[in-house]
Antibody, heavy 126, light 108 residues
Framework: EVHLVESGGGLVQPGGSLRLSCSASGFTFSAYAMHWVRQSPGKGLEYVSSISSEFSSDGVSTYYADAVKGRFTISRDNSKKTLHLQMSSLRAEDTAFYYC???????????????WGQGTLVTVSS | EVVLTQSPGTLSLSPGERATLSCRASQSVSSSYLAWYQKKPDQAPRFLMHGASVRATGISDRFSGSGSGTDFNLTISRLEPEDFAVYYCQQYGSSPLTFGGGTKVEIK
C-alpha cells in the first residue's frame, strides 16, 4: 500500500524559509514522478511543483507553478525515498496545507495524482 | 492556461439521491485528460477517476464520469453518507496542470 507522510510545516515569518519533506513507502519511489499540491484555508487545490523520475525519457526534470517559480525548489532523495520542497521568500499567500502526491508516470507531463499524503500546514505570518 | 469551472458550487441532496457535478474547461482538454478527486475535511484527497471516465482501483461503480472536449461530468448514482464531500476536477492535458474550484456535496 502506498504511504506518503509529509513533515516540516509550521509557522514562519514573511520572507522566511521552510523545508518540507515527504517520506514514501509501499512503492518503487525512484520510478515515479512526485509532486506537491497545496490548499489554502477555505480554498481549492492548487498545483505547486513536480519532479520526474530518473527513468523518464528526459531524465530528472522539475516544473513549478508560476506562483512559486524562483522561490521554491523541489528535490528528491531516492536512496531515502524522500521528496523535499525548499521554500524561500515566503509570502502570506503561501499559507496552505501542502500535500505530497504520486503520479503513475515517470515524467512530469500528462500527470494526475493517484496517491496523496495527509498534508502539512504552512502558516506565513508575522 | 486551461481554466476549469465547476458547478454548482454547492449541491444539497439527500442520501440515495443522484448527484451530477459539472466541470467546464475554457478550452478543449486534449485526449480527455481529466481527473476527479474527493476531498473531506482533515483528510488527504482521494483519487476517483482519470481519462474522464476510468475509475480508480477500489472506487465504487456508483461513481461514473463522462464528457469530452470542454464539458465533463461526475455522477454519483445513489449518494451514500460517506459521499458527502468536496469534489475537484483536474486537467492534465496541457501545462500548467489546473484544478477546478470544487463542488461541495452536502446533506440536505
Amino acid at each position: 500500500e502506498v504511504h506518503l507522510v509529509e513533515s516540516g510545516g509550521g509557522l514562519v515569518q514573511p520572507g522566511g524559509s521552510l523545508r518540507l519533506s515527504c517520506s514514501a513507502s509501499g512503492f518503487t519511489f525512484s520510478a515515479y514522478a512526485m509532486h506537491w499540491v497545496r490548499q489554502s484555508p477555505g480554498k481549492g487545490l492548487e498545483y505547486v511543483s513536480s519532479i520526474s523520475s530518473e527513468f523518464s525519457s528526459d531524465g530528472v526534470s522539475t516544473y513549478y507553478a508560476d506562483a512559486v517559480k524562483g522561490r521554491f525548489t523541489i528535490s528528491r532523495d531516492n536512496s531515502k525515498k524522500t521528496l523535499h520542497l525548499q521554500m524561500s521568500s515566503l509570502r502570506a499567500e503561501d499559507t496552505a496545507f501542502y500535500y505530497c502526491a504520486k503520479s503513475r508516470a515517470s515524467g512530469n507531463t500528462y500527470v494526475y495524482f493517484d496517491s496523496w499524503g495527509q498534508g502539512t500546514l504552512v502558516t506565513v505570518s508575522s | 492556461e486551461v481554466v476549469l469551472t465547476q458547478s454548482p458550487g454547492t449541491l444539497s441532496l439527500s442520501p440515495g439521491e443522484r448527484a451530477t457535478l459539472s466541470c467546464r474547461a475554457s478550452q478543449s482538454v486534449s485526449s480527455s485528460y481529466l481527473a476527479w478527486y474527493q476531498k473531506k475535511p482533515d483528510q488527504a484527497p482521494r483519487f476517483l477517476m482519470h481519462g474522464a471516465s476510468v475509475r480508480a482501483t477500489g472506487i465504487s461503480d456508483r461513481f461514473s464520469g463522462s464528457g469530452s472536449g470542454t464539458d465533463f461530468n461526475l455522477t454519483i448514482s445513489r449518494l451514500e453518507p460517506e459521499d458527502f464531500a468536496v469534489y475537484y476536477c483536474q486537467q492534465y492535458g496541457s501545462s500548467p496542470l489546473t484544478f477546478g474550484g470544487g463542488t461541495k456535496v452536502e446533506i440536505k
